[in-house]
């Protein structure tokens, strides 16, 4: 598979060695039900996603989801490896992440760069970073749905008051000489259900939102190319959008909340089933 240079600049050996590890578990499925297990999984569905765009020539499209995947794939790949682990473990109580706080009371805030393959890069504080300037705009706008004018909707909704529980967390700017975590987010209120919903959010990356969209409005381009209907399109995207990041955020957040990484991964890939479920059933 030929690996576009600048898209990925030197990280096309992350590519193919996930796309490998991809094709190699993907054999051991039937291609019925269990395959749709798998790519429940959030970098494995991106990685089949990618290759029915390619088989479709929707090659745009299909950058996007291989870009995707290169970024997230290692972070996510640590937190199977995580859940995992725990597994073995038998559940040790509290439930945590690599991160010392108790999930069962907190959750700390995602991140679209974060943990990724251009942490770095985007770290004004590493001697890696190309900008700082840009890496500092780019931080400040890597923040999560709660964040945002829907998450203070939300808060008042639930009257939601939220407390900082510190981690160990590293944010994007740590440095050994200059250490900097983040704090996880303990959201008090008397509705269980505003909990989990602030949860949802928290763990939602606006950013993360947006390159979605953005592929699926790549995507609606390509098919309405073809002479579908343009509403049609945007219609089935947008359930399926909407399926996917609020069923992952919800039930990732359920799941973290009572069984730490091994919830929280079952929780997602249940989301991403559900994705996965509604959007071949409206296309």
């Given at each position: 598979m030929k690996i576009n240079p600048i898209l990925y600049e030197n990280q096309s050996d992350k590519f193919s060695e996930i796309y490998s590890d991809y094709q190699d578990i993907k054999s051991k499925f039937n291609q019925t039900q269990d395959n749709a297990a798998l790519d429940a999984i959030p970098v494995f569905g991106r990685l089949n996603n990618f290759a029915n765009q390619v088989s479709s020539r929707d090659y745009t499209t299909a950058m996007g989801l291989g870009a995707l995947a290169v970024l997230n794939g290692p972070e996510e790949l640590n937190d199977i490896f995580s859940a995992y682990n725990k597994i073995k473990k038998g559940f040790p109580k509290p439930v945590t992440f690599h991160s010392g706080y108790d999930n069962k009371y907190a959750q700390h805030p995602f991140s679209f760069f974060r943990g990724t393959i251009l942490n770095d890069y985007l770290n004004p504080n590493s001697p890696k970073c190309v900008s700082k300037?840009?890496?500092?705009?780019?931080?400040?706008?890597?923040?999560?749905?709660?964040?945002?004018?829907?998450?203070?909707?939300?808060?008042?909704?639930?009257?939601?008051?939220?407390?900082?529980?510190?981690?160990?967390?590293?944010?994007?700017?740590?440095?050994?000489?200059?250490?900097?975590?983040?704090?996880?987010?303990?959201?008090?209120?008397?509705?269980?259900?505003?909990?989990?919903?602030?949860?949802a959010l928290t763990r939602t990356p606006k950013l993360g939102v947006a390159a979605l969209g953005g592929i699926e409005a790549v995507h609606?381009?390509?098919?309405?190319?073809?002479?579908?209907?343009?509403?049609?399109?945007?219609?089935?995207?947008?359930?399926?959008?909407?399926?996917?990041?609020?069923?992952?955020?919800?039930?990732?957040?359920l799941g973290a909340k009572h069984l730490g990484p091994t919830g929280s991964l079952i929780g997602m890939a249940m989301g991403g089933a559900s994705g996965v479920l509604v959007g071949n059933a409206v296309r």
């Open positions: 300037t840009l890496a500092k705009w780019v931080n400040k706008r890597d923040t999560t749905l709660m964040q945002s004018n829907l998450g203070n909707i939300v808060s008042k909704i639930f009257g939601i008051e939220t407390k900082e529980v510190p981690t160990t967390i590293e944010d994007i700017t740590h440095v050994p000489e200059k250490p900097s975590y983040i704090g996880a987010k303990q959201f008090i209120t008397k509705n269980p259900a505003g909990d989990i919903i602030a949860r609606v381009a390509h098919e309405t190319s073809k002479g579908k209907n343009v509403f049609e399109e945007l219609g089935k995207s947008a359930v399926t959008l909407g399926t996917t990041l609020g069923a992952t955020g919800i039930l990732g957040a």
